[in-house]
């Protein structure tokens, strides 16, 4: 069984910083891209930011400039630096990896994993 699991959120003043992080563990071969999403109450869930596995990022243009995301490939964690945060930051935070696992016969898998998810709220 793989799984993801992530930690690091809580209640922050606007303009303060948290560090979300996401643990991939199990049976994994390898890790694609990783990605941060985020749904606010009432909200469509959008993409906050991903990472590929070489280090390539890409950032909603509304957290560009102050969120940060980074990989450890050595222990399959993600992490999400956010700075300067607003009150429109305020959501669950979700992390989802493209994991490959082997199965007994040797074949790769693809299994499209989620997080539970950590709430963010950013409030005076």
């Known amino acids: 069984q793989v799984q993801l699991v992530e930690s690091g959120g809580g209640m922050v003043q606007p303009g303060g910083s948290l560090r979300l992080s996401c643990a991939a563990s199990g049976s994994i071969f390898s890790i694609d891209v990783m990605a941060w999403y985020r749904q606010a109450p009432e909200k469509r869930r959008e993409l906050v930011a991903a990472?590929?596995?070489?280090?390539?990022?890409n950032y909603a243009d509304s957290v560009k400039g102050r969120f940060t995301i980074s990989r450890d490939n050595a222990k399959n964690t993600m992490y999400l630096q956010m700075d300067s945060l607003k009150p429109e930051d305020t959501a669950v935070y979700s992390c989802?990896?493209?994991?490959?696992?082997?199965?007994?016969?040797?074949?790769?898998?693809?299994?499209?994993?989620w997080g539970q998810g950590t709430q963010v709220t950013v409030s005076s």
């Open positions: 990472i590929t596995r070489g280090g390539s990022t």
């Open positions: 989802n990896a493209h994991i490959y696992v082997l199965d007994s016969y040797g074949q790769r898998w693809l299994n499209n994993k």
